[in-house]
């Protein structure tokens, strides 16, 4: 028997984002990104840890744990005969609209429904969740247009109830009163791949400490969406015509007409080329195609969806004006600068300009790069973070999604141009609070000398800052001597960053790290980034461009007495693939390179290890006592090689300009 097609709160919240992504999705012909992003992954597991710490703080509650659309929906319907009870994962359907609710508190004719999210709230009530005009926030809106769906799924199907809607959030203003509160929620499949959340230790109400989630009442909010008067404009005619309408045509899996536009820049429904060669279905294609008439041959036109950061991409698509040739010089902003290097609007007229007339050639200001360069102080300092900040925290006396540094690396240059691999942190012991070691190894590996600290973007002086917070709060971590060398460490990271908002009192560093992105926004395009700043794109870039760096780095010197490493041996960085450089972060090795599959089926941690989304999780998953001393081990010695190729792109980074600002 063919499986009912209800519109469900996940595909009528996707129908918000795009009602065309409604024919794709859960088609294997149609290719998700959005299934294998770390990141992505990364945040629904913290979803599922906060759903399940939810759940605890209700006691008592059923689970529903029939996955059936008519077995769960009659096992809640025997549940919701009695006077009083609790429900996880209630199952309500009204004509082919199909919910499951996160949790149900039922006591007598009135129903408290309580949905979960793993997103921070540090206000009061649901005006805090409205901007300074009184209407819905941006960022608030698909969290409650989420539980309007479902307060009127509950209503149509139960009019007799007094139905009393709630967002539960991870409240930014409580501290956990017990230590490993995180750890005692473990994110698993189950044979059928389904993901669920296991329980270890105790987790009794007194073993949980001190809430840290806040119930918010939002039936005012909910009303308005209900009734078209909410003011985030996510629909366009009224709430329950439009519901019917998404739910109609996913039931006829009929195709609404796309409405293109910038959103479609990330949307996950499209291709690599090698999934079209293998016959998957482009669903980003195919609503061009359907929209605008586009051939094959038009996608591989340079495109306005294309141009960084540019802001009027609608407008232009609007105009009819879909590809970078279409653009004049006033579809662009003013080009004033206070200062020396390219504005925005001059990187995007360099974009456009290059893409349009197939100009390969790179743009690099070397005088005014040189006269940065010239205020360097070697010896050259290059340093990255890995972080994690997650809902539910590790260690007693943390905020939600309190900020936790638990690596750096560290590396070199001297006046010679010697580069060495010099230091790195990590911590990989469960339980245990890093942040001020963190600093204080920081500190130790970086006062020996006054030369220039570069770091990739804003994350590390956030990060910093962030640290700073913690040393002058009252907070510190166990086993933490209070105010052992605060007052040092807090002179140290003032000395080298400057402060963000929320810091007490503003202040820039004497020796203020130096944003390598900011330089590269500012002296340096080339075209093989793609308009793209990501270090990861602007690394294999620089070798492709650099005849230079090809030749020296071709040969395994990395790790060798020419370059010391403490995480990579006689280690060759170029290889070619079809003419062009393999993207270093590529030749990283698997986590457990060499290991059987029966082995790895007995490990936690995803194998693949190649950006900060796949880091940050494992990290957390080395916060569980679960893992083995073995895939601790190699966990360890993944995040700190791939720590160590972040800084040493940048490196790389600064090697090619410096080659380049002194050619004759």
Known sequence: MEKPRYLTKSRFKLALECETKLLYTGKPEYPDKKVDDPFLESLA?????VGELAKLYHPGGVMIEERDYARSLE???ELMNRDNVIIFEAAFRYGNLFIRTDILVKEGTRVDLLEVKAKSFSGNDSQDLTDTHGRIGKNWAPYLYDVAFQYYVLTSAFPQFDVRPYLVLADKNSITTVNGLNQKFHVVRDQSGRVKTVTSGDVTPPALGDEILVKVYIGDLVERILQGTDGAGLINQPFHEQVQFWADHYERDEKLRPAVGKKCRDCEFCCTDEERSRGKRDGFRECWKSALHFTDSDFDKPSVLDIWNYRAKDTRIGEGKYFMSDLKDHDFGNSAQSGNGMTMTDRQRIQVAKAVNN????????????????TWKFPLHFIDFETSAVAIPFNQGMHPYETVAFQFSHHVVDSNGNIVHYGQYINAEPGRFPNFEFVRELKRQLEKDGGTIFRYAAHENSVLNAICRQLLGSWHGEGTPKNFDTDELLGFIMSITRSTQGQANAWQGERCM??????????????YTGGSNSIKQVLPAVLNRSQYLQEKYSEPIYGSPAIPSLNFRDQAWIRKENGQIVNPYKLLPPLFEGLDEERLNEFITDPELAEGGAAMMAYAKMQFTEMTDEERTHVTEGLLRYCELDTFAMVLIWEFWNQEINKS
């Open 45 to 49: 597991e913290g979803g599922f840890q």
């Open 75 to 77: 096992r809640t319907h």
């Open 359 to 374: 100009d390969n050639t790179m743009v690099l200001l070397k005088d005014e790069l040189k006269a940065e360069m010239d």
């Open 514 to 527: 130096v944003d390598l992105c900011e330089m590269v926004k500012g002296y340096y395009y080339d075209p």
